[in-house]
């Protein structure tokens, strides 16, 4: 990249970086994505202005800020995704025969965590859960067990992932 084109996008990046932590500040949870989302921003512009053949941006602060609505949703969807994961897989056996002392005390701790957080279900949410995961149950066949219907199943599932999400992030806080 030409040094004369670096130095642009650096001028460019001070110039807003107030701006643009604020605009990330106000759309993402905690202030250190902002500043992580900031530098990210920083970095694309000057990775999209090293390729050869491009066209010049005919409106360097519009883009500035398009890259960074973009990053706002990536984000936001990597957050998403993250949330919804919960480990309910130590559920099932989880003791490997050549696990070592580390690894089964955190398999131990993980068990524990799901214990606690499955305790804390409301009855039906807690029997969705242990049949879907330990028992590798459809919500059929959950539905047959329970006498409910598959919709009624689901809403379980959903309930009590939420549970747990919100659950789990409590504790780390």
């Known amino acids: 990249m030409k040094d004369d084109k670096r130095a642009f996008w650096e001028r460019l990046f ?62 936001g969807m990597l ?20 696990a070592s002392s580390v690894e089964l005390l955190e398999q131990e701790a993980r068990r524990r965590q799901v214990v606690q957080l499955l305790e804390r279900l409301p009855p039906r949410c807690k029997a969705v859960m242990i049949m879907q995961y330990r028992d590798n149950l459809s919500y059929e066949q959950m539905a047959a067990r329970l006498g409910v219907s598959t919709h009624m199943v689901k809403k379980y599932v959903v309930k009590s992932l939420a549970l747990c999400r919100t659950w789990v992030r409590e504790d780390a806080a």
């Open 79 to 98: 957050q998403k995704r993250a949330g919804t994961r919960v480990e309910l897989d130590a559920i099932a056996e989880l003791e490997a025969p050549d």
């Open 14 to 75: 001070a110039r807003h970086q107030s701006a643009l932590q604020g605009f990330f500040r106000r759309r993402v949870t905690h202030p250190w994505d902002a500043q992580d989302l900031a530098q990210e921003v920083y970095l694309r512009l000057l990775r999209v202005d090293s390729r050869e053949g491009g066209e010049a941006i005919s409106n360097p602060e519009a883009y500035l800020y398009t890259v960074a609505a973009n990053l706002v949703k990536e984000h």
